[in-house]
């Protein structure tokens, strides 16, 4: 195998520690025991990560031979982020686990791979004891895929209630705002819509977690604090652990904005904190922290994000590193050093200093009322918006179904911009604005849906944006006069 790329700490012989390599020796009693243990495994050098020792079964992983393996660098077998690397180098004498990872066989086909790191010695010196895992093996093929199908099924029934659900939250939000607006400031019932609100949006993440069932919501990272994620979970994450384990929170005060997905980063903590649960202690402390921290690297120092957490009583298991897969924007893997428990790690690139877009361009001045064309089958989602835009000066026309708005627009060619649901009774709303462009070229489109998959789809631009399914009317006001604004102005 070629090497992925050159190692600075790599010395210029690739087998320079040969004559150390203990279990090359036939008179080790422990060499057959280690080359035919049906569990993959390779040793590996602290500094360098090259490999010393592969056995029969990491070799036929790997669809190659142990000595073609020995000498190799690990890093030439699995695709790892750079901290990654830095942070095996410098963690002697602690066991981890990095959960799945893609390795390359030696015809270049690739397979996801579990590995957990053991600190261990080989004549003398410090070194990794490495064992895979491969998902291939993990999983039964007829059991995958009887998991494959009910995971296909109940993700299109949590489709289907998490679309009936989003509506229904629409409404309570756009009324939410539309009451708010109508009300001063000092009211003391804004405090009371406030509260309406928080549950709304809270009703709002669980039917994100309802449509990640399906294993195929794509992630959709966007600038975000952690500590915010963090203490909005915070009553949650305490009514699990309920009185068994105590949780504490140590957040940095001025922690830098990061790239991640919010609801991804939610369910690993939830999922985290009820494996602590399950497998914990009672009386035993899980404690929550966020750090800002400098790494240096091969290319210089990087500001890091970090969120950890630490579980006293040693309940977090290596399996529970699999959950990395859910932060793609980030690195994490698990620790677990005697005597200090366990403690879950993630890192992301801290975005501090990142240059933010350009605030969007005033509205252009309207010279007529502009006209907006509602498309919603839920109705009263329809008579919310339909609400919303006459009080706001636009004149409204609304709709239930794709063959009926094309119809009204037969008979009354004003439209300016088009709010349609993406799911429609009789089609789409992506559909529906192709075929009204026929006739309205310059009409500006914002399609609403719950489903980050059916957002995935779309193709924005400045006619055509998307919002998240439930809305807030502040949300999708904004979004409004942006495209708008982009229009050509309206003549009398």
Request: overall charge negative; proline content about 6%; aromatic content about 4%.
């Amino acid at each position: 195998m070629s090497p992925a790329e050159n190692d600075p700490d790599d010395g210029p012989e690739r087998g320079a520690l040969g004559s150390q390599r203990v279990l090359k020796s036939e008179r080790d009693p422990y060499r057959s025991a280690f080359d035919q243990n049906p569990l993959p495994m390779l040793i590996c050098d602290v500094g360098t990560l090259r490999i010393l020792a592969a056995n029969q079964q990491a070799a036929r992983l790997h669809g190659t031979t142990p000595q073609e393996l020995e000498g190799a660098s690990l890093f030439e077998l699995r695709r790892v982020s750079e901290l990654t690397r830095l942070m095996l180098r410098r963690a002697v004498g602690t066991e981890m686990a990095l959960g799945f990872g893609y390795h390359t066989r030696r015809d270049g086909s690739t397979f996801a791979v579990q590995l957990s790191v053991h600190p261990t010695e080989l004549g003398g010196r410090p070194a990794w004891l490495c064992l895979l895992k491969s998902l291939e093996e993990l999983l039964d093929p007829k059991e995958a895929e009887q998991q494959r199908r009910l995971f296909e099924s109940v993700g299109r029934v949590a489709g289907g209630v998490a679309h009936d659900i989003n509506n229904l939250l629409s409404v309570a939000l756009s009324f939410t705002s539309l009451v708010s607006s109508q009300l001063p400031e000092a009211s003391p019932l804004q405090n009371d819509l406030s509260e309406i609100r928080g549950a709304a949006e809270r009703a709002a993440q669980l039917t994100k977690q309802l449509l990640s069932l399906s294993r195929k919501t794509p992630a959709q990272p966007k600038p975000l604090v952690l500590n915010e994620l963090v203490l909005r979970l915070e009553k949650l994450l305490r009514r699990l652990l309920d009185e068994q384990m105590t949780l504490e929170l140590s957040l940095e005060a001025e922690l830098d904005p990061v790239l991640a997905d919010a609801t991804q980063l939610e369910r690993l903590l939830v999922q985290l904190v009820g494996e602590a649960r399950a497998q914990g202690v009672p009386g035993s402390r899980l404690l929550i922290e966020t750090r800002n921290t400098e790494v240096d690297g091969p290319q210089g120092s990087t500001r890091q994000v970090v969120l950890r957490v630490s579980d006293s009583a040693n309940a977090l298991s290596p399996e529970i590193a699999a959950l990395s897969s859910f932060v793609d924007a980030g690195t994490a893997w698990l620790e677990n050093e005697p005597g200090s428990g366990a403690r879950f790690v993630a890192c992301f690139s801290s975005l501090k200093g990142a240059s933010s877009s350009a605030p969007p361009a005033p509205q252009a001045r309207k010279l007529r009322p502009q006209s907006v064309l509602v498309v919603q089958d839920n109705p009263h989602l329809r008579k919310t918006l339909r609400t919303y835009f006459a009080r706001e000066g636009y004149r409204v026309l609304d709709a239930d179904s794709s063959l009926e708005a094309l119809r009204l627009v037969e008979g009354d060619a004003r439209v300016d911009l088009l709010l349609t649901d993406y799911t429609l009774i009789d089609g789409n709303g992506q559909e529906l604005a192709r075929a009204l462009r026929e006739s309205l070229p310059e009409l500006r489109v914002l399609i609403a849906t719950g489903n980050p998959e059916q957002r995935a789809a779309i193709r924005e631009d400045d006619r055509t944006a998307t919002i998240s399914k439930p809305f807030d009317l502040h949300d999708f006001s904004a979004l409004i006069e942006q495209l708008l604004a982009s229009a050509p102005t309206p003549q009398p």
